[in-house]
């Protein structure tokens, strides 16, 4: 297990390197100059030449890759030109708010669709199982931003339950502030979850292990829930692991409807503004993100599976 | 029929609904299992072999229906049990060996885990249940039993994973044990040896067997009683020395000489098959079931079902020739 978990550590962390060299590569192929964009239309060629030389542009693209993994492994992420902040600080003070938005928002999916699905299961083609298959698929089908929106305008509008817009102040004010932005973020993959875990689990239980275990009198609560749930998740675990990591970025919409601080607006802002070291930066918490989740989903796996601890 | 039998099965059907067709996949079916006695049953695939056992441990598939009949166990009718009763019968007082050893235990979970999972009705302590499955484990030879508790079925081989399953149904002591087709998806070596740990098992537990196979030389080695099925119904039934020696039905006749050790010894060597196909069992002809496949078909087996004729002493045949 150890063995395995070093290994796919290893893995993800080639995995980081050749995504953000890629990044790094993509963004300078990408048409307009940030300096000259940064100044405006009237820079002399020589307040140009300065900003390049500031931002390390002049020098040879491979030099600029390795002095930016240099920077990035001492805890400098670059300076944002246009607030002269430090990156890593500027994302620092955001990330929390996406993390918590994305915990919450696959918390309660996980709570509400894992039980849905095995529930759903045990009793194929009940009215429950098809009221709750026509509920997935109209939650998977609606985009986030609808759901914000609506949300929006029927709970911090029209009712007035939760706050309109904001981060909050203190425990019980950010609580407040997240309870809709979670729900947009989580209701589509309350849809996904019930699925995936509804369809693996009928497969499982099809299998001819779960017939033996039945026969030697082990009792349906027993069956269900040790012998067919653990390879029934399976699925469900990587796909969440997966689902995170595109939801860093992907809860944009939610951020910006709910003008919450985070990654996916910070991202976005910076991209509009061709603000190259706060893209870098972003993007290479992201990416590390994602792989952090997909990695830790992994592993949750092999636990999970010992067939798996024996691949890679 | 037979004094003291552990398990009556009295004129069993069961049905099954598959795209608004009714396949009919048991009709009539009467068999004894006496107390200690192995009963072997053989006929070739989709005879109704599978659901014959899995009628008695009631684990049939929700598109199946029991259209009559009764499997009375120890004085209890087995379709009178509610599910948790059935429960409690299952893996203790009967218990069973799958074919295939494959995909027959769970794959994420320990092997010793599943080997006290099976004792989940007994109170005692787990160290207990432990030790239980440690002795099971090295009675049917798998070496270092106590390490390999922690290993997984897929750490195993398959005769390795069949022995597991024997240990597991070893644990439960149970008072009738039902191999489906133990030995099929093993090689001829492992055979022998399963067969050998099975006898061993009935001699140490003195439990009942019903024994699936299409194999009729481990039928004739381990079995004192056989039991003949066609097409869903049983065509012929007797103490296996009777029936191998003066087997009557044809169709019974026809699958003896299909037996490889037969076909060796002739001196054709040319490997003897039954024509025809089994008739569509969502659409059964009238008269004799075997009639369109059967050498010694007359006028009367195309229209009248045969009865059950007793030729001698617990030897009886459905076939209009006696």
Wanted: with cysteine.
């Amino acid at each position: 297990m150890l063995v395995y978990v070093l290994k796919r550590i290893g893995l993800a962390l080639v995995i980081i390197i050749l995504a953000v060299t890629l990044l790094y590569l993509m963004i300078h192929a990408v048409p307009g100059d940030p300096a000259t964009v940064m100044l405006g239309p009237r820079a002399t060629p020589e307040l140009i030449a300065q900003l390049h030389q500031r931002m390390g542009l002049d020098k040879p693209l491979p030099v600029q890759i390795i002095s930016f993994f240099g920077r990035v492994l001492s805890g400098d992420l670059g300076t944002d030109v246009f607030q002269e902040k430090p990156v890593a600080g500027i994302i620092i003070s955001v990330v929390p708010y996406t993390l918590i938005l994305v915990g919450a928002g696959i918390a309660w999916s996980l709570a509400l669709g894992i039980p849905l699905g095995v529930f759903s299961a045990l009793r194929p083609d009940s009215w429950i199982d098809k009221v709750a298959g026509i509920l997935s698929v109209a939650f998977i089908a609606m985009p986030a931003f609808v759901v914000g929106l609506y949300a929006l305008l029927l709970f911090a509008v029209t009712l007035g339950w939760f706050p309109v817009i904001g981060g909050g102040e203190g425990f019980a004010g950010q609580l407040h502030h997240l309870v809709l932005p979670a729900f947009t973020v989580g209701l589509g993959w309350v849809g996904y979850l019930a699925r995936i875990v509804r369809a693996s689990m009928l497969e499982v239980l099809a299998e001819n292990h779960v017939r033996h275990a039945r026969a030697h009198g082990l009792p349906q609560r027993v069956v269900h829930y040790q012998y067919v749930l653990r390879i029934a998740i399976l699925p469900a675990v990587t796909i969440v692991g997966i689902g995170i990591g595109a939801m860093l970025s992907g809860v944009v919409f939610a951020e910006i409807i709910f003008a919450r601080p985070g990654l996916g607006k910070l991202i976005f802002v910076a991209v509009q503004q061709r603000n190259f070291p706060l893209i870098m930066g972003t993007v290479l918490v992201t990416t590390t993100l994602f792989v952090v989740a997909t990695t830790l989903s992994d592993i949750v796996n092999a636990l999970l599976d010992p067939r798996i601890r024996e691949r890679l | 029929m037979l004094s003291d039998p552990v398990l009556q099965i009295r004129n069993l059907s069961v049905e099954f609904s598959a795209r608004k067709r009714t396949i009919r996949a048991l009709r009539n079916i009467d068999l004894d299992i006496p107390r200690g006695g192995t009963v072997g049953v053989v006929g070739e695939s989709g005879c109704g072999k599978s659901t014959l056992i899995l009628s008695i441990m009631r684990l049939l598939a929700p598109n199946s229906k029991i259209v009559s009949g009764d499997i009375v166990f120890e004085d209890r009718s087995l379709f009178e049990l509610t599910e948790r009763e059935m429960q409690s019968v299952r893996g203790n007082e009967i218990s069973m060996i799958f074919q295939d050893p494959l995909t027959s235990l769970n794959p994420v979970i320990s092997v010793g885990q599943q080997l006290i999972d099976v004792q989940y009705r007994d109170s005692v302590a787990k160290k207990v249940k432990q030790q239980r499955a440690i002795d099971a484990l090295s009675q049917v030879g798998i070496p270092d039993a106590e390490a390999r508790l922690s290993s997984f079925p897929h750490q195993f081989s398959g005769g390795m994973r069949q022995r597991i399953a024997i240990a597991m149904t070893m644990i439960e002591e149970p008072i009738l044990l039902i191999a489906d087709e133990p030995t099929t998806a093993l090689d001829a070596t492992l055979e022998v040896q399963i067969i050998r740990e099975l006898k061993e098992l009935q001699k140490q537990s003195r439990c009942s067997i019903l024994f699936v196979s299409h194999h009729l030389g481990v039928v004739a080695d381990l079995c004192d009683y056989v039991v003949v099925m066609y097409a869903g119904e049983i065509v012929e039934q007797g103490p296996v020395r009777d029936l191998f020696y003066n087997v009557r039905h044809p169709y019974a006749q026809k699958l003896l000489e299909c037996d490889p050790a037969r076909i060796v010894r002739s001196a054709e060597k040319k490997f003897p098959t039954i024509p025809g196909d089994l008739p569509d069992l969502g659409n059964l002809p009238g008269g004799c079931i075997f009639s369109n496949r059967c050498h010694s078909a007359f006028d009367k087996c195309e229209t009248h079902s045969p009865r059950r004729t007793e030729v001698s002493t617990g030897h009886s045949v459905s076939c209009h020739l006696y």
